[in-house]
């Protein structure tokens, strides 16, 4: 099993940053693959971010890619995967989960949090 927690979200005003970490215990973290998916009321969850468990692969989804203020990140010494947002927007608010995975960056993702609420006011 691997128990992740995350943490860093909040209400931020447009234009803003945040960064959210997402801290990793039980199962050794950097054979692990890692994502960060967000959730938005009345929408399907989507895909945002994932890392190799090296750190060497990242993939953005369609929703930020190209977005260059938006990147994930990992320290393996610290079991802790990160995603530094900056230039929110609005559209960006969500819950924000993170998720461990064995098998790619495509996932899937059999472990996940318990999601941290992000809100970007206009």
Known sequence: ???LAESGGGLV????????????????????????????????RERVAAISWS?????????VKGRFTISIS??????????????????????YYCAAGRYGLYGPFHYWGQ???VTVSS
Do not use: H
Request: glycine content about 14%; some cysteine.
């Open 74 to 95: 990992r320290d393996n010494a610290k079991n802790t995967v990160y995603l530094q947002m900056n230039s929110l927007k609005p559209e960006d608010t969500a819950v």
């Open 13 to 44: 005003q447009a234009g803003g940053s945040l960064r959210l970490s997402c801290a990793a215990s039980g199962r050794t973290f950097n054979n692990y693959n890692m994502g960060w998916f967000r959730q938005a009321p009345g929408k399907e």
């Open 1 to 3: 099993q691997v128990q």
């Open 55 to 63: 750190g060497g692969s990242t993939y953005y989804g369609d929703s």
């Open 115 to 117: 999601g941290t609420q």
